[in-house]
């Protein structure tokens, strides 16, 4: 069994920045393949970045040159820093680990089945 757990979520005004943690609890880690996503009220979840073995990254294009996806192997950890923050940015972050990884991680290569943390809320005023 394992899972995720996130924090750093909070109330900033526009262009204010957070940092969002993402710690592993038993075998809810991937080093392989892990990413953030989030959902804003009355949206479907989107992908926000993704970093693979090697530590390449993937971002969506609203976020790219704003945020910046790490982790930390020894600490199995995977963080997301929030800089620039917009009001269109307000929504519930997730973070994910891809369970068995194949291929190439982007935004398709999680699924339900995958493991997901509860989320942290960011809410951005303008």
């Known amino acids: 069994q394992g899972h995720l757990v996130e924090s750093g979520g909070g109330s900033v005004q526009t262009g204010g920045s957070l940092r969002l943690s993402c710690a592993s609890v038993g075998y809810g880690y991937n080093r392989a393949c892990m990413g953030w996503f989030r959902q804003a009220p009355g949206k479907s979840r989107e992908g926000v970045a993704t970093?693979?073995?090697?530590?390449?990254?993937i971002y969506e294009d609203s976020v790219q040159g704003r945020f910046i996806i790490s982790k930390d192997n020894e600490k199995k950890s995977l963080y997301l820093e929030l800089n620039n923050l917009k009001p269109e940015d307000t929504a519930m972050y997730y973070c994910?680990?891809?369970?068995?990884?194949?291929?190439?991680?982007?935004?398709?290569?999680?699924?339900?089945?995958?493991?997901w943390g509860q989320g942290t809320q960011v809410t951005v005023s303008s």
């Open positions: 994910a680990a891809v369970e068995h990884f194949r291929g190439f991680c982007n935004f398709d290569a999680f699924y339900p089945q995958d493991y």
């Open positions: 970093i693979d073995y090697d530590f390449g990254t």
